[in-house]
């Protein structure tokens, strides 16, 4: 038995994957070559989208992707407290205000009829949103069809954040296929599904947004005489025609994410099977486990308990802590985002979002990972359950 602690994620780098690196190294393109486009059609191929295209972050991802569907000063984002902080900042950036759907106590997605009452009262008080972060939890994918339908009854555009969900299904169909959204992003930070160390992508359906957000990741600068408003000077000629930024992925990053890709399916299937083990064995303990939505297959990146602390002698927080000091590498995702110093100061407070609230005050995140041995798994289980007596 190991005394190191066990971290709640952790990257599953193979020497397929370092080769593809050093492959890079040794070549002549270590940025804006050919490993980024061939990355870019890896993900676009298993997601069954037109465009793909790799950024720096999935930050960065979700800030072209505000800005190509037109984000700006006076519009409204939206998107669920339980997330991190990048789904809601990213409306922020833009200029735009920023506001919260209370999640399902169930799937602990933003609630897809939270989101219909509040529309309600929105177009009522004419302050709809502009754009809609679906962020799929865990990599549980949230009700689509019905967040889709509502998009198109009150007219705002949609944005997945996928960042925990690349390798899940929803209807039967890989996430990230772009049928009840414009754009999906994905994260490839080393403790999410696939990695490459840092990194994100865009993917979508929609040519023109897939163009904009290409200009918008380097520079707002193209070399194309068609997307030009002047005629170019000589062979040398770029043009800047918007305001964009350095968002590019590196060839090494991009041959990382390449080699990754040809492990998704089986990284996806290792965490159902942990998912499945913690289920069966945590399922005497005073603890829910998590919901698994019927027409979806999770990417699963985070396996999240809430204690039933009515139950418990011992408050969450102590709880937390013992399994800290006992060196399981337990964590909490998410506080909620309206509660953070930064968002209050907006004028959120304590008690706006209940579920949300609630979820916070009993959730903790379970070691899960590829690399996840099952004796590591049984040392987590061994010690949650003397800490819950
Ligand atoms: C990790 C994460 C992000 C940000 O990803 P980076 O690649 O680190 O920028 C955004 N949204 C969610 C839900 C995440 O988990």
Redesign the pocket.
Known sequence: MSSSVIPYGKQDISQDDIDAVVAVLKSDFLTQGPQVPAFEKAVADYCGAKHALAVN??????HIACLALGLGEGDWLWTTPI??V??ANCGLYCGAQVDFIDINPRTYNLCADALEQKLIVAQANDCQPKVVVA?H?CGQPCEMEKIHRLSQRYGFRIIE?A??AIGGRYQDKPIGNGRYSDIT?F???PV?IVTTA???MVVTNDKALAEKMELLRSHGITRDPALMTHKPDGGWYYQQVELGFNYRMTELQAALGVSQMQRLDQFVAKRHQLATRYDQLLSELPVITPYQLANGYSGL?LYVVRLKTEQLKRSHREIFDELREAGIGVNLHYIPVHTQPYYKQLGFKQGDYPQAESYYSEAISLPMFPLLSEADQDRVIEVLTKVLQ
């Not at 972050?57 to 979700?62: D, E």
């Open positions: 972050s999935a930050t960065s991802a979700l997330t991190f990048a789904s962020v939890l954040d960042s925990h992003i994260s490839f930070h999410k840092e990194g994100g990146h």
